[in-house]
């Protein structure tokens, strides 16, 4: 009986030798044996156990999204896996082959293990891995199958019978073997790059375990996302993790910045901004920086929601100060990352140049009748690998140089801040606003700018001189011609470019002279508009444009030049190398021809770049040194400034003791709490001595302009302290400072209050109810949730006054430094802050208040007069008050009416706040925004319009002939090319194709790319000379007439682009100046500006220029289609599925990029209005110490716009990749079908040639057509916001009334007759049926409540808004039938806003040069402003930027010196003299009474006793009319609301 031992079981099932059942080796490869039980049964029993192992995991339930596709197509090929194996066991039973068993066994292992691999797989995407790649375990269960399935291809492969066809069943085992490696390979590709489409293994920011939190939609959102991230090495070259958010883009779902990815780990500001301080420290002290790894901050979840992400930047920062060199640490924190890169840019050079070397050899194969097919196959296989090479290590390099700059940006933005948070005001004060915002924007762009032109700064030389010696190896000497001419051009660009620069210079200059000049019209568009100055504006608008033009059109007729040179220069040179060939004896061939056009086209390229290349670099030099002046300022040094020795008391809060402080460097002053810190011979703080104990309220007091507000920044150390000692109790707490001029955030009232404090709602209620703000919040739309605009523009000033102390108060600090509160507000109001706040909640602090009122002044502790920068006297208020008291004591209690505003607050009290856009921009409103989406036609045409019909029609002309023109010179060479070969001269062309019979020799033998001269005599003979003169003749005319048509375009099209810019302006202009005052009211400022400055710089600058290279693009790929079709007519097979796959492409990217761009320009204006409001209150910033949280907004602010504008990279790159995949797939293509036709029939290789050499350039025409397209719908969103402005916005009429008597009006007798009133539909009437008559030189006072309707009575006198119903009469003519110009220029205002633009004292006064010198110096004698102006120079001194040269109380003055000038009969008065002390403003009522005799004059008054001498009183309320009657009348009726104001002080 027969032992039955393993041995014999394993010899049965292998059909082996029982002496060696097991062999390992047979035949030359590894047995079938071992393969199916070793190599095949075990692994796949062991992937079957450990994959069981997986089927009990725990499932999540926070998976609601569909799985990820990596996971699906795992499963899906382990089905298909098993799938294969069955078909496998049926096909073996049906064989009966004598290993039946064995492969039975085999197979069945592997059913059931890849069975057990599927149900694991379903089990695992269920689970917290679905996130992930899974566990690593179970893609090597996977590998470990791969050795069975590489043997029994082999085993196959040596078997004859699996690949006869007369065995089918044989066959199909060796199909389905082979089919065996698809599921495998797909398994493994979907492990590598887990292409998940909800992006499943990209980081979530909220989740520490890797699972999202339950997302609502089946979409996952993109803005829990980190970017890059985790993501395999396949998504990173081609960008897949950025397929979510381009999904998201094309379903139109980006809306908000916050829907974008968060930056990947090392780009992220905090990261940064800490390398960056680090590297600043170590250059500092010359020490290396530590190891990056340890910088990293802690994961994003936990510190993007806990709030203190940034606060690390700030401990390093303090010390943004000493000699450290910009550019080094900038090199020590980027150099080597980047320099990195510049090996890659070497061998993207490197690889351009096989290009045209393979042209050449493919264009010979073709010639050569004869050659072997294989020579052209691996040319072709070449121009494929080294295009397809070139593009991916391009796309990483450019890609990589993008982030580098992305850093630095970040480094240097936050940087900057940080230093304008710590510098000195005084050094400060030489800088202005515009240039410190300038360094964070244009300057740090500049400075990004640098890292793009560096690389190039050695390549392109080093491609030049490369493409110098290949053109040397094709054409010998004969390119010297050609290159003579290129090198003349480069001096000559050179030339261009510095003009063009200089020309620059001079037009922005002139551009930011008419944007101040408009910015200061929108500021004072009621005064302008009250006296009829429009047309003066208008014009001192277009003269500066007319500069501006005259720069911008020697700049667009200099581009004009460089365009032609450029477009140009490639023709010329061509013709002037192949005539030089020629004339030398050469012989042309194809090759040569279209290798040389490959290589001219190389060369100009450089040459082209190479001068805006330096230019970039200089500009980047020059604003590096800026930024560096920047951080070489000296920081407030705040240890040195205040004195550290506490004095013996406990008590003293504040002691200051021969103090001299100076504001230094005065001319230029920041807009700060100066009140007078600004003019010429600038005032001194000097010999200052003060002692304040803790908890004592002290009033300071002086006229006007004698230095009160600097006493209070003298304190908080924005001053130069010169000598003496400052002491501040407790000085790091910092102050609670009201500033004279109420700096407010661009935030809700609440964040306002709040100022980053937390929420405590008793105290905060008790703040609102001291600060009397209630009433105000109830009318505002939302509360204290009301966003207020820029500056507060919402609010009227007395609002904003209020607002600005109650933020103080919640400060909670120990030390009050109260500037003039008061000065804006009613008397009640002032009374209610005097006893409610300043002595009631803030009793026991230490309070300084500025003030002019002096009916307050007896509540005080101590007195301060100040005058002319010191302390005249101290003492109790019994003792000061004699000296400062210009009124009858009787009457102590100056009641004053109306709250003084930024530009009368009846009209804004009730207009603004419903129509003001409370969304986060302020320069996008709703409707902006959503325009974006496509274009409307309408836009096209109002360009073509403005361009003028009939010159774009001609410009569009030109191009197509310039285009046209170019391919005929290139066809009429290949059809040259082959005449040349078919009229015979066949020993050259034997010679010329032998020389080539080695593709090796190409680059290093010289007749590898050469001709051999031996043909020189081959044809002496006359009738081919005659011919090369004809083709020589023909060809030259053609590049002639193409140099001119590319002239003609040039040129015309810097024409239009003129005559669109001049016709664009000024329609926006005419129709802004002649908007109503309600647009004003309802627009932010900064949206009107946007558009005379960046959108009107668009439409200058930068559309013509895109525009330009986008019509050029066009044309050119058209032109290269036509030639390419034409010369290969087959490869339109290939051209009509790539150009749909190009639509689809182009078509996914636009959506998301738009969006990515719109976002970028959206969250950039946050980051410079932060700056910009940072700057504006630095006082009240630092006085509070809160600088820190500052910052910490900054960081906050950029990463958001670094978010935006790395995607927006991204998704360039993701597009360039595939569009430079696309120029692969051409060019490959025509090489491929160039080769197989030369198989099949004869192919001119000509006309090869020309396709070929045109198609290595259609890369570049690809991404450059999208790029440039989508660049000019973006710019074209600047025309059609302007053209949004020039026809939708609502004007006065312009109406005249040309009966009108020149005199009138010469009496001056106003009537109203029941004048109903609103601002806007739906508001309630602002005047309400108001009937009253005014006398002939009658002076009326007008009195009331806020919003009573005060100011509306002058806003219906002059029109500035439309009666509903009623009408006035001003000596009986209806004002509503005269002309507005009329009307205005007849009446006299002294408007409540004191505004002077920037210019002479000479040009506020008189801005239509009226009145001599004599008349305007008595003026301001009456005006008590003589010594003030003679001080600063006479009427030739500028007043500064917005008057800032003078106080407020000084400009009140300067606009009443204005009204007396104009000869009208009726004057209005708004409350003139809010800001004036008691003495001068009875001056003042002297002087109007004694002037204005004779005139009717309304007075809105502001401190009673200024109309207690009127002829008649007029009490609104309510709008309307409550009371009207002689004071004295109305005094002695029993309660008249008259008498109530007045109150006890009447008797």
């Known amino acids: ?436 915002v300038n360094l964070m924007s244009t300057d740090t762009d500049r400075v990004m700018n640098f890292f793009n032109s560096f690389h190039e700064l050695w390549s392109l030389p080093l491609q030049f001189s490369v493409t110098l010696y290949l053109l040397y190896l094709q054409v010998g000497v004969a390119f010297l011609g050609g290159l003579g001419v290129t090198l003349l051009l480069v001096p000559f660009n050179k030339f261009l470019a510095s003009r063009i620069l200089h020309n620059n210079q001079h037009m922005l200059r002139h551009k930011d002279s008419r944007v101040k000049l408009m910015t200061e019209i929108l500021f004072g568009i009621r005064v302008i508009k009250f006296y009829n100055w429009e047309s003066h504006f208008t014009q001192k608008v277009a003269d500066c444009r007319e500069k501006e033009l005259s720069n911008l059109k020697a700049i667009k007729y200099l581009d004009a030049m460089c365009v032609y040179t450029w477009a140009a220069l490639p023709v010329v040179v061509s013709i002037l190398t192949f005539v030089t060939f020629v004339l030398l004896g050469h012989q042309l061939t194809a090759a040569k021809v279209f290798t040389t056009l490959a290589l001219v086209g190389m060369l100009i390229i450089p040459l082209n770049s190479f001068p805006w290349v330096l230019n970039g670099i200089l500009e980047a030099k020059v604003s590096l040194e800026r930024i560096q002046r920047f951080f070489k300022l000296t920081n407030q040094d705040l240890q040195s400034y205040y004195a550290l020795v506490s004095p013996e008391d406990s008590q003293t809060s504040i002691l200051l003791s021969q103090g001299t402080f100076s504001w230094q460097d005065p001319n230029q002053d920041e807009e700060r709490e100066t009140e007078s810190g600004a003019a010429k011979g600038s005032l001194q703080l000097h010999a200052l001595t003060l002692h304040i104990t803790k908890g004592s309220l002290v009033v300071v007091v002086g006229k006007v302009g004698c230095g009160k507000s600097s006493l209070l920044a003298a304190l908080t150390g924005e001053l130069n302290r010169l000598s003496g000692v400052v002491y501040v109790a407790d000085r790091e707490a910092g102050f609670g400072l009201a500033s004279q001029e109420p700096w407010i955030q661009h935030a809700s009232v609440r964040d306002n209050i709040l100022f980053g404090k937390d929420y405590d709602p008793v105290f905060y209620q008790a703040v609102i109810e001291a600060c009397a703000l209630s009433d105000d919040l109830n009318v505002l739309p939302n509360g204290d949730r009301t966003e207020v605009g820029e500056n507060g523009v919402t609010l009227s000033g007395g609002q904003k006054a209020r607002l600005a102390l109650a933020r103080a108060v919640y400060m909670d600090k120990d030390i009050y430094l109260l500037d003039d509160p008061l000065a804006a507000v009613d008397t009640d109001v002032a009374e209610h802050l005097m006893k409610k706040c300043v002595l009631e909640l803030l009793r026991g602090k230490t309070r300084i208040l500025c003030t002019h009122r002096i009916e307050f002044v007896d509540k005080a502790d101590t007195v301060v007069l100040m005058d002319n920068g010191t302390i005249v006297k101290t003492g109790t208020p019994a003792e000061i008050l004699p000296l400062v008291e210009a009124v009858p004591k009787k009457r102590k209690n100056d009641h004053n009416i109306k709250e003084k505003d930024g530009a009368g607050q009846e009209d804004e009290a009730p207009g603004s706040p419903p129509d003001l856009c409370v969304d986060d921009d302020p320069d996008l409103s709703g409707a902006e925004q959503k325009q974006v989406g496509g274009l409307a036609w309408r836009v096209y045409q109002t360009y073509w319009a403005a361009v003028g019909g009939g010159l774009a029609a001609s410009i569009l002309m030109s191009l197509l002939l310039m285009q046209a023109s170019k391919n005929v010179s290139d066809w009429w060479l290949s059809h040259w090319i082959s005449e040349l070969k078919n009229n015979g001269s066949t020993g050259t062309n034997c010679s010329s194709s032998g020389s080539f019979g080695s593709p090796h020799l190409l680059l290093f033998s010289p007749g590898g790319l050469m001709s051999p001269l031996s043909s020189v005599n081959s044809f002496s003979s006359s009738n081919l000379s005659s011919d090369v003169r004809y083709y020589l003749t023909v060809y030259s005319s053609i590049a002639a007439a193409n140099t001119v048509f590319t002239a003609l375009r040039a040129f015309l099209f810097a024409y239009g682009a003129i005559c669109a810019a001049t016709a664009i302006h000024n329609r926006l202009l005419d129709r802004v100046l002649k908007a109503t005052v309600t647009f004003f009211d309802t627009t932010p400022m900064g949206r009107i500006l946007n558009r005379f400055s960046s959108d009107l710089y668009t439409v200058d600058d930068s559309l013509p220029f895109v525009l330009n290279i986008l019509l050029a693009n066009v044309f050119g790929l058209l032109g290269m289609l036509v030639v390419i079709s034409y010369g290969l007519p087959w490869v339109l097979v290939l051209l009509l599925p790539l150009a749909l796959l190009y639509h689809r492409t182009q078509q996914y990217y636009r959506h998301t990029s738009r969006e990515l761009k719109r976002l970028s320009s959206i969250t950039l204006s946050p980051v410079y209005s932060h700056f910009s409001e940072t700057l504006t209150g630095l006082g009240t910033i630092r006085a509070s110490s809160s600088s820190a949280r500052f910052e910490e907004e900054i960081a906050r602010r950029l990463e958001q716009n670094q978010r935006c504008l790395f995607l927006s990279n991204a998704a360039m790159q993701w597009l360039s990749i595939r569009l430079q995949l696309i120029g692969v797939a051409v060019v490959t293509g025509l090489g491929v079908i160039a080769v197989v036709q030369h198989q099949y029939s004869s192919v001119d290789p000509g006309l090869v040639g020309l396709s070929l050499s045109y198609a290595l350039s259609i890369t570049n025409l690809l991404s450059g057509l999208i790029f440039t397209f989508t660049q000019t719908e973006m710019q074209l969103v600047s025309v059609e916001r302007t053209e949004e402005y020039s026809t939708a916005l609502p004007t006065e009429p312009q109406h005249q009334n040309t009966q009108l008597p020149p005199a009138w009006p010469e009496q001056g007798w106003l009537e109203f007759c029941g004048v109903v009133l609103a601002y806007r539909d739906g508001l309630p009437n602002a005047l309400d049926g108001v009937s009253l008559v005014v006398r002939p030189g009658e002076k009326v006072g007008i009195v009331g409540r806020t919003g009573s309707g005060k100011s509306t009575l002058f806003l219906s006198l002059f029109r500035m808004v439309e009666v509903n119903q009623g009408q006035i009469l001003l000596d009986g003519l209806d004002v509503s039938t005269v002309g507005l110009a009329q009307l205005r220029s007849r009446l006299a205002i002294i408007p409540q806003d004191p505004f002077l633009f920037s210019g002479t004292i000479r040009e506020n006064l008189d801005p239509c040069g009226r009145h001599s010198d004599q008349q305007l110096q008595d003026v301001l004698d009456q005006c008590h402003l003589s010594a003030v102006v003679h001080r600063m120079g006479g009427l030739g001194a500028a007043v500064g930027d917005r008057g800032r040269s003078f106080s407020v109380g000084q400009r009140q003055l300067l606009c009443l010196a204005r009204a007396l000038l104009t000869q009208a009969k009726v004057l209005c008065i708004d409350e003139a003299t809010a800001s004036v002390d008691q003495k001068t403003d009875k001056l003042l009522q002297q002087t109007i009474r004694e002037k204005f005799q004779d005139k009717t004059v309304l007075t809105i008054a502001h401190r009673i006793n200024t109309i207690m001498d009127c002829d008649r009183v007029l009490v609104m309320h309510a709008g309307k009319v409550v009371e009207f009657d002689t004071p004295a009348a109305l005094c002695q009726t029993d309660r008249s609301v008259f008498q109530g104001l007045v109150g006890w002080t009447g008797e």
Not at 150 to 174: D, G, Q, S, W
Not at 252 to 280: I, M, N, S
Not at 301 to 314: F, K, T, V
Request: net charge negative; aromatic share 10%; hydrophobic share 50%.
């Open 1 to 436: 009986m027969m032992v039955f031992g393993p041995a014999e079981l394993v010899a049965g099932l292998c059909h082996t030798d029982e002496q060696n059942p097991f062999p390992v080796w047979q035949n030359g490869h590894i047995s079938s044996c071992f393969n199916q039980l070793v190599l095949g049964a075990l692994p796949h029993a062991g992937m079957a156990v450990f994959s069981a192992c997986y089927l009990s995991m725990a499932r999540s339930d926070l998976l609601r999204t569909s799985p990820p596709c990596g996971w699906t197509l795992r499963w899906v090929s382990a089905l298909l896996a098993v799938l294969l194996f069955t078909a496998d066991v049926v096909l073996v039973s049906l064989l009966q082959r004598a290993d039946l068993y064995l492969d039975v066994l085999a197979d069945c292992c592997s059913i059931l293990a890849w069975l057990v691999h599927f149900s694991a797989l379903i089990v695992l995407q269920r689970t917290a891995f679905r996130r992930t790649r899974g566990p690593p375990l179970l893609v090597l269960l996977v590998l470990l199958c791969v050795p069975n399935l590489v043997v029994t291809l082999m085993i196959y492969c040596e078997n004859e019978e699996c690949l006869n066809l007369a065995e089918p069943l044989e066959l199909a085992r060796f199909v389905l073997a082979l089919a065996r490696t698809l599921p495998l390979l797909v398994y493994l590709m979907a492990f590598a790059f887990p292409c998940i489409s909800d992006a499943g293994y990209t980081l979530y920011i909220n989740a520490v375990d890797g699972s999202p939190l339950i997302s609502e939609s089946a979409w996952p959102d993109t803005g829990d996302m980190v970017a890059e991230d985790g993501s395999g090495w396949v998504s990173q070259l081609f960008y897949l993790w950025l397929t979510p958010l381009l999904r998201r883009g094309q379903r139109g779902e980006l809306e908000r910045p916050a829907d974008v990815y968060h930056l990947p780990r090392k780009l992220r500001t905090t990261v940064v901004c800490r390398y960056f301080h680090q590297c600043w420290e170590a250059c500092r002290r010359g020490a290396s920086v530590s190891d990056r790894q340890d910088q990293w901050p802690p994961p994003v979840s936990r510190s993007l929601l806990s709030g203190s992400w940034s606060s690390h930047c700030q401990e390093e920062a303090l010390e943004l100060e000493g000699d450290v060199g910009l550019l080094r640490v900038l090199h020590k924190a980027f150099g080597m990352r980047y320099y990195v890169l510049g090996v890659l840019k070497f061998v993207v050079n490197m690889l351009g140049f096989a290009g045209p070397l393979l042209l050449s050899s493919l264009v010979n194969f073709i010639e050569d009748e004869g050659a072997p097919v294989s020579w052209g196959a691996w040319c072709a296989l070449g121009l494929f690998a080294s295009t397809l090479l070139a593009s991916l290590l391009q796309n990483i390099f450019v890609f990589q140089v993008s982030k580098v700059a992305l850093s630095a940006r970040a480094a240097l933005v936050s940087a900057i801040y940080a230093k304008a948070m710590r510098v000195s005001g005084s050094s400060l004060a030489g800088t202005t606003l515009g240039e410190v």
